[in-house]
């Protein structure tokens, strides 16, 4: 079964520094890992979709993140942060095509962003 | 291309009543998730439709029901209501073989 775990539920920076977003993921085969954001009563927009092509991918909003298939590691990050940026953040895995589109939720990193 | 979009956005209910909601997907997308989406279980898939048949289902009680109608808009119903059952539902739509889903702004249920 493939599961996804976000290692810290609430993390604060100030804006202008950098952003580390962490999620480990588990998987019995090569899985589609997405970072999604949810700003406050609002739905979910993608981020980033990592498939095989490349191991660091880039997103909007300057946001990136870096498969590591060694460390079962998918964490997000951006180098410096605006006070936009404060919002939930999940870390996301994507079933096979026999479970049927089903997407699998991290629990949540809730972003804040100090002046 | 217009997003996906989900009616109604808020819905106040009493326990026992029933409810249904509305998702329309984006243009040529034929698969519609269902998400429920609460402050303790986090987001938890419902079910998922293609092409009118349902392809996968979460576990959730037979009380969440849903359908899609042959334009690819689905509708989910709840009946029954428990309080519990307050939540935020998320529709979310994709091409066909593909896994990216795109979400609608979602309905608040709240159930009194």
């Known amino acids: 079964a493939q599961s996804v775990t976000q290692l810290d539920s609430h993390v604060s920076v100030s804006e202008g520094t950098p952003v580390l977003l962490r999620c480990n993921y588990s998987?019995?085969?090569?899985?589609?890992l997405f970072w999604y954001v949810q700003h406050p009563n609002k739905g979910l927009q993608l981020l980033l979709k990592y498939t095989s092509a490349a191991t660091l991918v880039k997103g909007i909003n300057g946001f990136e993140a870096e498969f590591k298939k060694s460390e079962t590691s998918f964490h997000l990050t951006k180098p410096s942060a605006h006070m936009s940026d404060a919002a939930e953040y999940f870390c996301?895995?994507?079933?096979?095509?026999?479970?049927?589109?089903?997407?699998?939720f991290g629990q949540g990193t809730e972003l804040s962003v100090k002046p | 291309k217009a997003g996906v979009t989900q009616t109604p956005r808020y819905l106040i209910k009493t326990r026992g009543q029933q409810v249904t909601l509305s998702c329309s997907p984006i243009s040529g997308h034929r698969s519609v998730s269902w998400y429920q989406q609460t402050p303790g279980q986090g987001l938890q898939f419902l079910f998922e439709y293609f092409s009118e048949t349902q392809r996968n289902k979460g576990n959730f009680p037979g009380r969440f029901s849903g359908r899609q109608f042959s334009n690819s808009r689905s509708e989910m119903n709840v009946s029954t209501l428990e309080l519990g059952d307050s939540a935020l539902y998320l529709c979310?739509?994709?091409?066909?073989?593909?896994?990216?889903?795109?979400f609608g702004p979602g309905t608040r249920l709240t159930v009194l």
């Open positions: 998987s019995s085969y090569s899985p589609s």
């Open positions: 996301v895995v994507s079933g096979s095509y026999n479970q049927g589109g089903k997407l699998i």
């Open positions: 979310a739509s994709s091409a066909g073989g593909e896994d990216t889903q795109y």
